[in-house]
Every structure is written in C-alpha cells, then in structure tokens.
C-alpha cells in the first residue's frame, strides 16, 4: 500500500489516486484470503477422505481373523457385523460398534481406531455401559465383553485397555494378534 506522508504535499488528484490504489489492494488482499480459505476446506475435505480411508484399513485389519482368534480362545462366535448400530429410543440412547460379534452366550463389542487412546478406551466403556442398558430393556441376558483395536497402540495404552479387562487387538509383525486381560475379561 502507498504510504501517505504528508497530505498537504499532493493534491487532489493524487490523494484519490492513492485512495482507489489502496482499496485496490484491499480488494486483492481479501480476494486471495477467500482464495486461502477455499484451498483449506478442500484440504480438509481432501484429509478427511484420507483419514476415512486409513480408519477402514485398520478396520479391515482387525476384523480380518477375529472371528477365528476368539474361537481359539474359546469364544465360538458365528458372525461379525461391521459399523453395528444400537439404541432404544425411549431411553434416548443410540451408539455405534465398530465390530459387534455375537452367539448365544456372549457378544463382544471391538471399537478400532487408528491410533488408540485411552480416551478411546474410555469411551468404549461407556458406550458398552449404554449398550447393556439397551439389551436389559430388550431383556438380552448375554454377557457382552469388550476388545479395542488399533493399527498404532502404546504401551500405556494397551495395559490400560488390558487393566479394564479388555482383550486388545494389535498389529504383530506381519499378522495381527490378542492380547488377554489377566484374570477373567470384564463382563457388562
């Protein structure tokens, strides 16, 4: 922008000059910040979709040999049902599992994340605490058991998981493998 140092230097003509040069400015200024703000909501668009993409990876991962994993630890699971939704609208209680594999006897609930937290952990806890309220108004009697995923697990994180009594599901050289909580799985 031109600087104006002393006004009664120039004369009229030249202060307008300035003045339509300076909105000028203004006008290309705003033009290219309309510009940068479109760039970053199509980069956020853009890794977003990529996000998404890395997520169903690590899904398909852990859902890959869960059915057969459990069945050596003595869980006959007949089916997994990937993104299973629940909820009871009278209790006005509505979730999500990422991996819901159930039989007669028990149901285990998997929430996979990228790189698990122990928020995610956590929140796991409470969804499997609203889930058994809306199968004890349904009057399921399964025993529902729980198991977090991930493609990233820190340590903490996996012996946090492990003291709530769930099993973790982690990434192990080329396969993918369980980890037992010590003791009896927490039951909800």
């Given at each position: 922008?031109?600087?104006?140092h002393n006004p009664a230097?120039?004369?009229?003509?030249?202060?307008?000059?300035?003045?339509?040069?300076?909105?000028?400015?203004?006008?290309?200024?705003?033009?290219?910040?309309?510009?940068?703000?479109?760039?970053?909501?199509?980069?956020?668009?853009?890794?977003?979709?990529?996000?998404?993409?890395?997520?169903?990876?690590?899904?398909?991962?852990?859902?890959?040999?869960?059915?057969?994993?459990?069945?050596?630890?003595?869980?006959?699971?007949?089916?997994?049902?990937?993104?299973?939704?629940?909820?009871?609208?009278?209790?006005?209680?509505?979730?999500?599992?990422?991996?819901?594999?159930?039989?007669?006897?028990?149901?285990?609930?998997?929430?996979?994340?990228?790189?698990?937290?122990?928020?995610?952990?956590?929140?796991?806890?409470?969804?499997?605490?609203?889930?058994?309220?809306?199968?004890?108004?349904?009057?399921?009697?399964?025993?529902?058991?729980?198991?977090?995923?991930?493609?990233?697990?820190?340590?903490?994180?996996?012996?946090?998981?492990?003291?709530?009594?769930?099993?973790?599901?982690?990434?192990?050289?080329?396969?993918?493998?369980?980890?037992?909580?010590?003791?009896?799985?927490?039951?909800?």
């Open positions: 922008m031109s600087a104006i230097m120039y004369t009229f003509e030249q202060l307008m000059a300035s003045i339509r040069e300076s909105r000028e400015e203004i006008r290309e200024m705003r033009e290219q910040m309309r510009e940068m703000r479109e760039q970053t909501k199509e980069n956020e668009r853009r890794y977003g979709r990529l996000s998404d993409r890395i997520g169903q990876l690590v899904q398909a991962m852990v859902q890959g040999g869960i059915i057969r994993m459990f069945r050596d630890l003595g869980y006959k699971f007949a089916v997994c049902n990937p993104n299973y939704n629940f909820g009871n609208e009278e209790l006005d209680i509505y979730g999500e599992v990422d991996l819901f594999l159930e039989n007669g006897e028990f149901a285990l609930l998997v929430e996979v994340k990228t790189n698990l937290s122990v928020d995610d952990v956590k929140e796991h806890q409470e969804r499997l605490e609203k889930f058994r309220l809306v199968a004890d108004v349904r009057n399921d009697k399964r025993r529902f058991i729980a198991a977090v995923g991930g493609g990233v697990i820190q340590k903490n994180v996996r012996d946090f998981a492990l003291k709530q009594g769930m099993f973790v599901v982690q990434q192990s050289g080329d396969n993918v493998e369980i980890l037992v909580p010590e003791g009896k799985p927490m039951v909800w």
